[in-house]
């Protein structure tokens, strides 16, 4: 990942452990899925349940993997939006 955006020169990793913060969006969002899927098959098809499992255990792995450059991607966007604090980007944060 870049340190800085190319565009517009805003620091993404602001701090060590920035990026904890997208586990929740990662994780909350893996587990919304697995949950909406998994009553969309218990209710709508007569899958067996070991097929069912399976199949769930590999969107759990996979569908996180996946899109954790999203979820940074989020982070970085609610961060921005909530936190007006910080400094607006400067030219010379670029060469840091
Ligand atoms: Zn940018």
Known sequence: MEPVCTDCGIKFQR????????????YGLTALLVIVVYFAIFFGTNLPQPQ???SLTAV???FPIWFFRYARSLWV???RYFDRTGNPPQKDDQER
Do not use: A, H, R
């Open 52 to 54: 069912v499992l399976w």
């Open 60 to 62: 759990c792995v996979l």
């Open 77 to 79: 966007g609610m961060d």
């Open 15 to 26: 701090e060590p452990g920035y990026f904890l913060g997208s586990i929740y969006f990662n």
